[in-house]
Structures are given as structure tokens and as C-alpha cells.
Nanobody
């Protein structure tokens, strides 16, 4: 599966952005999906995940209650709705997918085989 992320941009503190990740080649319904982010000088970190079965979602503590991950199997797209954005949310955001959801390692980048190219989010203070 190929992933193409979009929707990043510049937003003020407290604002909202909606990131999208379009899948091609295979139906996204076949995959567990996740969002990660990487700020300058930092390692890529987990943001949110959606397991393939059961529809359960998982979030980093830092975004819990502000971000929502979802998928549209008809449009073959996954999204990340980001509200109440903070300057510390500024990063390049990556979408990811894998055929197997790791309940023990879903926060680990190594649990995902497929990655989008990233989209830049900048939150001004």
C-alpha cells in the first residue's frame, strides 16, 4: 500500500487542522493505521493509532482529548483531526500502516511497514 499525507500548515495556538492520508494500491480497511510526528532534533514519536479489528483507538497522553484518528474505508483515507493545537504540536506528521496491529508495540515505529511522506504542521504562539 502507498500512503500520501496532506493537510499540514500554519495555525495559531488553539486552532485546528485536519490531516488526511490517502491509501492506494490496497484497501486501507486491511491495515492497522497510525500517526506519528517528528520535531526538529527529536525522534519520531507516536501520536495515535487505530487497530484494524474492533475499531479501537489509542492516543499519546500529550494529545488525548484533543486529537481524533479516524478512517473512511469508502474513500480509502485515514484522518487526524487536531484541535486545541499547541506550539509543542509543531512537527512533521507521518501516517503509517501495517497488516498486523501490535497491541504491545503500537507506539513503536518498527511496528509499521508502510509510511507516508509527511506533512508539516506549525503552531505559532
Amino acid at each position: 500500500v502507498q500512503l500520501q499525507a496532506s493537510g499540514g500548515g500554519l495555525v495559531q495556538t488553539g486552532g485546528s487542522l485536519r490531516l488526511s492520508c490517502v491509501a492506494s494500491g490496497r484497501t486501507i480497511n486491511s491495515y492497522a493505521v497510525g500517526w506519528f510526528r517528528q520535531a526538529p532534533g527529536k525522534e519520531r514519536e507516536f501520536v495515535a493509532a487505530d487497530s484494524r479489528s474492533g475499531g479501537r483507538t489509542y492516543y499519546a497522553d500529550s494529545v488525548q482529548g484533543r486529537f481524533t484518528i479516524s478512517r473512511d474505508n469508502v474513500k480509502n483515507t485515514m484522518t487526524l483531526q487536531m484541535n486545541s493545537l499547541k506550539p509543542e504540536d509543531s512537527a512533521i506528521y507521518y501516517c503509517a500502516a501495517d497488516g498486523i496491529f501490535s497491541y504491545s508495540h503500537y507506539k513503536d515505529t518498527r511496528s509499521y511497514d508502510y509510511w507516508g511522506q509527511g506533512t508539516l504542521v506549525t503552531v505559532s504562539s
